[in-house]
């Protein structure tokens, strides 16, 4: 998996991948370059046999602060219809590439986190965050509909119609601890040991079966359009490939014979 990226930054170390954005003094905010390059970038984590897991860090005590105003804002104000919904299909397309690309995602959240980069932490599949974290969808405060990027799909399903409602409408910030107490975020950690304590999670998740990590994010993202039925039968057949990788069988023998299983993703 490329790690020589341009407009984030990239670190692949036993597997796990840590990314986050590189414009601290302003809060990392995203650019059309970054974005473009995020999305790419996801998209080709499908086919990365290299990297597990991935963690999408803070960065100088922030996770970003969403669009750029002077390198995005201020441009779209002055494009026509076909570019804009070029532009917004594209920052969609992140979020479709970060819930499949195949991997788990830890979002690792540190301060600001709003606007496209509260979709980020919104789009990952667990949340760590500090207490000095701060989220907000705060798309109406400039002027535009709560429902971006996946927002009015997604954020209900994590902590409920009315209060993702409450959120969209107003844009406020919901604090961290609400954030926790809501189901948005797993757990609060310190501001000192955010990166430990997500390197640790990503740890454990990449050493389990991580085949079948693929094949439960896969499910948990198909699943939202099926019915109880449909659902029951598509796992089904999940578990019965599941059941064929080496890593089942690793399991069996390690449990006969007492030990501890050494899954290979296989």
């Not at 996801?42 to 002077?70: C, I, K, M």
């Not at 760590?128 to 997604?154: H, S, Y």
């Not at 990788?245 to 399991?251: I, K, L, N, P, V």
Request: include cysteine.
């Amino acid at each position: 998996m490329r790690s020589d990226v341009k407009h984030f930054q990239c670190e692949i170390k036993d597997r796990i991948a840590t990314v986050r954005l590189d414009r601290p003094d302003r809060k990392n905010p995203l650019t059309f370059d970054s974005y473009a390059e995020l999305r790419d970038w996801f998209r080709d984590l499908v086919y990365a046999d290299d990297v597990d897991v991935v963690v999408f860090g803070s960065n100088g005590g922030n996770f970003s602060s969403g669009g750029d105003v002077h390198d995005i804002i201020g441009p779209l104000t002055r494009m026509n219809m076909k570019e804009l919904l070029r532009f917004t299909r594209m920052t969609g397309d992140l979020v479709k590439a970060i819930v499949n690309c195949g991997k788990p995602v830890i979002a690792a959240v540190d301060g600001v986190c709003v606007g496209a980069g509260a979709i980020i932490a919104m789009a990952s599949d667990l949340r760590l965050a500090t207490a000095e974290a701060k989220t907000a969808f705060l798309f109406t405060r400039v002027g535009l509909a709560g429902c971006d990027m996946g927002a009015c799909a997604i954020l209900p399903r994590i902590i409920g119609q009315t209060r993702a409602a409450e959120l969209l409408y107003t844009g406020r910030a919901m604090t961290a601890e609400e954030g926790e107490r809501w189901g948005f975020y797993n757990r609060l950690v310190t501001a000192e040991t955010l990166e430990d304590e997500a390197l640790k999670l990503a740890q454990k998740i990449q050493a389990g079966p991580n085949f079948a990590h693929m094949m439960t994010k896969t499910m948990l993202a198909q699943e939202w359009a099926m019915s109880i039925e449909q659902a029951i039968e598509a796992e089904a057949q999940a578990q019965a490939i599941c059941m064929q990788t080496g890593d089942f069988e690793r399991a069996y023998n390690a449990f006969v014979a007492k030990e501890r299983p050494v899954f290979e993703g296989d």
